[in-house]
């Protein structure tokens, strides 16, 4: 379904420019409708406008002004900054959106001084091409239609999951970076390949069809991964030996560390750019 109202996003990085292709590729939004804003660097905001034909702005504030949902781009570290540059143009016709790692809506109210409706949402950037797994959890001064919206656009962009605000550092440790992880093993998969004599773009198809095909497995046939995994073990065969080397350097408890840890530094951004004094204070 698509959204009528005028889309702004405060920093234009890779995640907004991630959500910018997917709601405009799947469309949720005309090229029209999105306006982006970001710190100082206008090469950047240029080369948005010319690969998505998108409006954008001459200051954060100015984004503000010309549109009704906000989505907040920027790192965590530079919140402050940013929110305190916008929070005179807030306004009763406003839906924030955050994406921010770690911040709590609480916390972004209390920047803004403003009882807006806040949505904190965890995407990934695999919302570019409309697969993102994405939290989203409501702040205290958000309705049930705010948070309706806000699932109606990153329904558009990939899945959607809503959950308890502090379930969100979870949902950021293991989808939010998630696809970095699975990068990372890709990457350890070409240089496998590679001192195997398989060319770059062999290793490139076989790989990416191979996770893909996993990916699909899981999600349509709803076995267990131990199960499917039993599926392609064979006693005494190929993949048990290699599964051997996995435990032998002990992957599984690695990649749970991994998750864990993210979810973990989540938490460290949220205390770490919100003073004590602001905890929970609107
Ligand atoms: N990358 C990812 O996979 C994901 C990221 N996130 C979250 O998304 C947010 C952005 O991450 P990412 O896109 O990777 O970061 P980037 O560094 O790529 O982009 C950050 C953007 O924020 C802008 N910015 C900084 N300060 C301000 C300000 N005061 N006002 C307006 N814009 C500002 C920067 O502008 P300038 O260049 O001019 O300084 C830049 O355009 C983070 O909070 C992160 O936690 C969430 C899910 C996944
Ligand atoms: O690395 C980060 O902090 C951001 C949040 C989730 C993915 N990237």
Redesign the pocket.
């Known amino acids: 379904m698509a959204v009528n109202k005028k889309i702004a996003f405060i920093g234009a990085g890779?995640?907004a420019e991630a959500m910018i292709s997917g709601l405009i590729t799947n469309k949720l939004a005309v090229p029209g409708q999105i306006i982006a804003a970001n710190r100082m660097n206008t090469n950047r905001l240029l080369e948005l406008k010319e690969r998505y034909g998108i409006d954008i702005a001459a200051s954060a504030s100015d984004a503000v002004r010309k549109a009704e949902i906000l989505i907040l781009a920027m790192?965590?570290k530079d919140a402050e900054d940013a929110l305190y540059a916008i929070r005179d143009s807030i306004g009763e016709q406003h839906l924030i959106i955050s994406?921010l790692?770690?911040i709590s809506t609480d916390h972004i109210s209390c920047l803004l001084q403003s009882d807006a409706p806040v949505i904190r949402a965890?995407p990934?950037?695999s919302a570019a091409i409309g697969y993102s797994a994405t939290g989203l959890a409501a702040g205290k001064y958000a309705e049930d239609h705010d948070l309706k919206q806000a699932e109606e656009l990153f329904n558009c962009i990939g899945t959607t999951t809503c959950l308890k605000e502090e379930s969100l550092h979870a949902v950021?440790g293991l989808a939010?970076?998630g696809?970095?992880y699975v990068y990372y093993l890709v990457e350890a998969m070409h240089q496998a390949a590679s001192s195997l004599d398989l060319s770059e773009s062999e290793a490139r198809d076989l790989i990416a069809q191979t996770l893909l095909g996993a990916a699909h497995m899981l999600k349509m046939s709803g076995d267990h991964p131990r199960l499917l995994r039993q599926k392609v073990t064979s006693p005494g065969g190929t993949t048990e030996a290699g599964i051997q080397m996995l435990d032998q350097f002990q992957v599984k408890e690695a990649i749970e560390s991994c998750v864990k840890r993210?979810a973990q530094?989540?938490e460290e951004?949220g205390s770490l750019y919100t003073p004590p004094s602001a905890e929970g204070i609107v």
């Open positions: 890779s995640m790192k965590p994406v790692a770690g965890m990934n950037t950021t939010g970076s696809p970095a993210a530094r989540s951004l």
